[in-house]
């Protein structure tokens, strides 16, 4: 078993940034691929960005160029750098530990309690 913990989230402005942090109770992302997933009022739960063991990154294409993922395998972290960001935006953050298979990922039953990105003026 894992426990993921999100932290991060928060109000913030259009442009503005902010990172967010998947704490995880053990070492577990050097030897799993993770994403980040978000969830809109209304709206399915979806893919935001997901990296694997060897560092390859994906990104859903509304977040290329201003999202960053990352994992710190010392600190049994994984990180969300969010640039630029857009009301669009606002959801509830997820982290999630996965695989890849046939270059598509998929979830494991690990999901995080998940936390609240608001970007609005």
């Known amino acids: 078993q894992v426990q993921l913990v999100e932290s991060g989230g928060s109000l913030v402005q259009p442009g503005g940034s902010l990172r967010l942090s998947c704490a995880a109770s053990r070492n577990i992302f050097s030897s799993n691929a993770m994403g980040w997933y978000r969830q809109a009022p209304g709206k399915q739960r979806e893919m935001v960005a997901t990296?694997?063991?060897?560092?390859?990154?994906n990104y859903v294409d509304s977040v290329k160029g201003r999202f960053t993922i990352s994992t710190d395998n010392g600190k049994n972290t994984a990180y969300l750098q969010m640039n630029s960001l857009k009301p669009e935006d606002t959801a509830v953050y997820y982290c999630?530990?996965?695989?890849?298979?046939?270059?598509?990922?998929?979830?494991?039953?690990?999901w995080g309690q998940g936390t609240q990105v608001t970007v609005s003026s």
């Open positions: 990296i694997n063991t060897d560092g390859s990154t």
């Open positions: 999630n530990i996965g695989y890849f298979s046939g270059g598509n990922y998929f979830s494991r039953a690990y």
